[in-house]
């Protein structure tokens, strides 16, 4: 870390200096004038960041009596690997009546969605942004009203107007056909809006909009005690309820200053193990249904059904709710809870390596996987893609190394799966080799779980004015979670970057490589959440 | 191929029997919270309690809402002696909302005395029933879930639950349903689309509204960007809690809808039996 501080610094000269935080071995600086933004950024881009995630805040009611942006940055672009588990945070104090900064989304296109959805939520204008449109609020959402502001009362209801139009490029020419889709889908899926822009099958433009599931949960987490606020975090999402709520109280912990016993990280560990194999052994029979495999997608349904089963049996909920609190976990493993999983392991091993070997045996199959929805590197480094879609991609980044967190130690050897290809075929493969590193791993968590406790008080109330950072690695990528609390150690602020939030983008761009039946495996194959992204 | 059918073959028929036969959750299930009778209404836990508001705590009177509820066990740990348990019975679905509430009130010693539950509800309508109960096909509408009651949908066609060996199906598109399978609160950002996609189904046609947030909100409410359920959009015929309710809960909601089994303390009849 001294290193990172001492690259930065020397080339941050002119602005004040960095200190430590939100965590022991995180940096923070704040930025002398806001219109420095652009500058600094260029700097921690060209020292090997990319941007990780993107905070607003109304501190309008505090001391400081303005509006914040806070750009959080982490490293990753280096030769070694892990890379240090640094957040670089720069914090950008603005006027509340004038609340503006210049855009950073042409120089960081990760930026992009960031700066729209704070404008959208906080009325924060980002001069020279290259789209422009709503990203949140739809149909008529009253122009001035911000409903993230502290002074916006999240009881007001304005009336939804259906005359409005989704703005969107026009491709003209001969033969050009827009396909509308969505957002109620034929499928049994989550919704959005897709228009597609063809010649014949071939796709010239995609644009997605998205945010239909926004259901204002970040202002829904305000002011509730962090106990209840859990509750909310772990419902942000069905499939990531595991992580989501894991990374809440893991930046609530972190303001508590407490130390969840060894044993309780452990048991989250393996909830976090469980949830990414029953995910990935589904999304491998999804993605088998995408290419008309239909046999797969029975087995990979079978797969996970018994999956969920035994989580049921370990937490009460076939999505793992009810297992993690704040300060460990609530329910303890059994003797034949080991059994049981260990069984269910077992078995879903040795499906899975028959389901891959008719995947891959199975050249009407592999035709439709092989060169379809390709992300290039350089893209997926761009916009910051993470998880399944980045390694995929061969960028070998994984939060479970990165940034530890649950009961990822050095003794559990995690091996970080990576493909050069960034096709749909690899993303299956790294789904797979994934889906057995997480089978090795809960296999090894149950051989040795410490003992002990299995969760410990948290302080009542927080410490005022504490700030969280949590970097959890969920099915879909790494997700950051940012949380602040109020003088009464309540929610003041929470804010979710979820994987899949970070992933929307290279979708659209991968699908326009290939043609528009593809475009459900395409999808299907980065298998992102509509509702972790909307919030 | 032929290895594929051997283990196919091998492997047997894996698909369960209900609602033949019942539903078998494990020990740590969360059922619907009930109060025990007698328990002393001063010792159970406060409204705070609930992260979904689903209590309602007045003097003489308590209320758990099964259709807020979010089936934490939050109050089952924290009620005094047991007061609050939690239940093991997976067919929760009513045809009224009013049905999902549990209210009891105190006697003289200030002890819980259950409230006579509602008066059942009318019967499913013949034309529904004689034209719907048979084969049915559902338009999933995902009015802002949070993809947990999606994935339990999903979950019905899987060879386990197999819902379409009960005649149930879902179909691609509106125009081809017989009724909607909403899951989700109802967003801002969704409201059109759910009123269009109920309009484009040709009449009769049945709501049915999974999991706490269709039901009533659940831990969304109603705020700037939820509607708080999908009763205030849509008319619903059967609300089916949990979060999110498993398969059988959701298959019991179903044919609940069509009047293929009825509630008579919520315990259900077997296809063909007759109500009597």
Redesign the interface.
């Known amino acids: 870390m001294g290193t990172l501080e001492q690259a930065l610094s020397a080339r941050l000269a002119g602005q004040g200096g960095f200190v430590p935080g939100p965590r022991p071995q995180d940096l923070t600086l704040r930025l002398q004038r806001a219109e420095d933004v652009p500058a600094v950024v260029a700097e921690l881009c060209a020292a090997g960041l990319g941007l990780a995630t993107l905070v607003a805040t109304d501190e309008r009611a505090t001391t400081e009596r303005d509006l914040k942006v806070r750009y959080l940055f982490e490293p990753i672009v280096g030769n070694t690997r892990p890379l240090p588990d640094t957040f670089v945070t720069l914090v950008a104090s603005l006027d509340p009546d004038r609340p503006e900064l210049p855009s950073i989304s042409a120089q960081v296109p990760a930026a992009n969605w960031h700066e729209r959805e704070a404008r959208d939520l906080f009325g924060i204008a980002f001069f020279g942004h290259p789209d422009p449109r709503p990203l949140v609020v739809h149909d008529g959402w009253p122009k001035g009203l911000f409903p993230l502001r502290k002074a916006f009362d999240a009881q007001t209801r304005p009336a939804v107007d259906s005359a409005e139009e989704f703005p969107h490029l026009l491709v003209e020419g001969e033969g050009v056909l827009e396909v509308p889709v969505g957002p109620i889908h034929a499928g049994i899926i989550e919704p959005g809006h897709f228009r597609f822009s063809t010649v014949g099958e071939s796709i010239l433009n995609l644009e997605a909009r998205l945010f239909y599931t926004h259901r204002g949960l970040e202002k829904r987490i305000e002011a509730l005690p962090i106990a209840d606020a859990f509750y909310v975090a772990e419902r942000i999402c069905g499939v990531c309820s595991v992580s989501h709520g894991l990374g809440f109280c893991e930046a609530a912990e972190q303001i508590a200053g407490i130390a969840v016993p060894e044993r309780a990280r452990a048991l989250r560990t393996l909830a976090l193990e469980l949830e990414r194999l029953y995910n990935h052994v589904g999304d491998i029979g999804n993605i088998a249904a995408g290419a008309s495999y239909h046999y797969g997608t029975s087995a990979g349904a079978r797969m996970k059904e018994a999956l969920q089963q035994v989580g049921e049996q370990l937490t009460g909920s076939r999505f793992l709710r009810g297992l993690i609190v704040p300060g460990g976990v609530r329910l303890d493993l059994t003797v034949e809870l080991e059994k049981s999983l260990s069984a269910v392991v077992l078995a879903t091993a040795e499906a899975l390596a028959s389901l891959i070997e008719r995947i891959e045996n199975n050249p009407s199959v592999t035709d439709r996987l092989d060169t379809t929805g390709v992300l290039q590197a350089q893209d997926a480094i761009a916009l910051g893609v993470t998880g399944v879609g980045a390694r995929a991609s061969g960028i070998d980044r994984d939060a479970r190394r990165d940034h530890p967190h649950a009961g990822y130690t050095n003794d559990l050897n995690l091996a970080v799966a990576t493909e050069s290809d960034g096709d749909v075929h690899a993303r299956l493969n790294v789904r797979a080799a994934e889906a057995r590193e997480s089978m090795r791993l809960i296999r090894a968590l149950l051989e040795g779980v410490p003992p002990g406790p299995i969760g410990t008080a948290m302080p009542e109330p927080l410490p005022a004015w504490g700030i969280g950072l949590a970097a959890i690695e969920s099915p879909r990528g790494a997700a950051i979670h940012w949380l602040r609390v109020d003088g009464a150690g309540r929610v003041d602020r929470y804010h979710l970057r979820s994987a899949s939030y970070a992933n929307w983008p290279a979708v659209a761009l991968a699908a326009q490589t290939s043609i528009i039946p593809d475009f459900p495996l395409v999808n299907k194959s980065f298998e992102l959440c509509y509702s972790c992204t909307d919030r | 191929m032929l290895t ?1 059918i051997l ?1 196919s073959l091998r492997t047997g028929v ?1 698909t369960i029997r209900y609602p033949e036969d019942p539903a078998h ?6 059922g619907a919270p009930a109060v025990r009778p007698g328990s002393l209404l001063d010792k159970l836990p406060s409204e705070s309690i609930c ?2 508001g689903a209590i309602t705590r007045e003097p003489g009177h308590y209320g758990v809402d099964v259709g807020r509820c ?4 939050r109050c089952a740990e924290d009620s005094l002696d047991g007061a609050i348990e939690l239940g093991r019975q997976v067919e929760l679905a009513s045809r009224q909302r009013k049905g999902l509430v549990v209210e009891v009130e105190s006697d003289k010693d200030g002890r819980a005395v259950a409230l006579a539950p509602p008066p059942a509800s009318a019967e499913v309508a013949k034309e529904i029933r004689r034209s719907l109960g048979r084969s049915l096909a559902l ?4 009015s ?12 019905l ?4 639950y197999d819902i379409r060996r009960l005649g149930v199906d ?1 179909v ?3 125009r081809h349903a017989d009724g909607v399978i909403v899951t ?2 109802v ?7 759910v009123r269009r ?1 109920y309009e484009a189904v040709p009449e009769p046609r049945i709501v049915i509204a999974v999991g706490a947030c269709a039901t009533s909100g ?9 509607a708080g359920g999908v009763a205030e959009v849509l008319p619903v015929d059967v609300f089916i809690p949990g ?2 309710p ?1 398969p059988e809960a959701i298959i019991f909601g179903i044919l609940l809808a069509v009047g293929r089994v009825d509630i008579r303390g919520n315990t259900p009849l077997g296809i063909g039996q007759e109500r009597t």
């Open positions: 594929a283990r894996v959750p494990p020990e740590r299930f969360r992260p979904s979010i089936f934490c066990g338009r999933h509408l995902d802002g879930s949070c993809n947990a009651c999606d994935w339990e949908l999903t979950a066609l899987n060879p386990v879902f691609a598109s509106p989700g609160p967003t801002r950002n969704l409201e059109i689309a996609t659940g831990i969304v409410g109603r705020r700037y960007a939820s979060c999110p498993r």
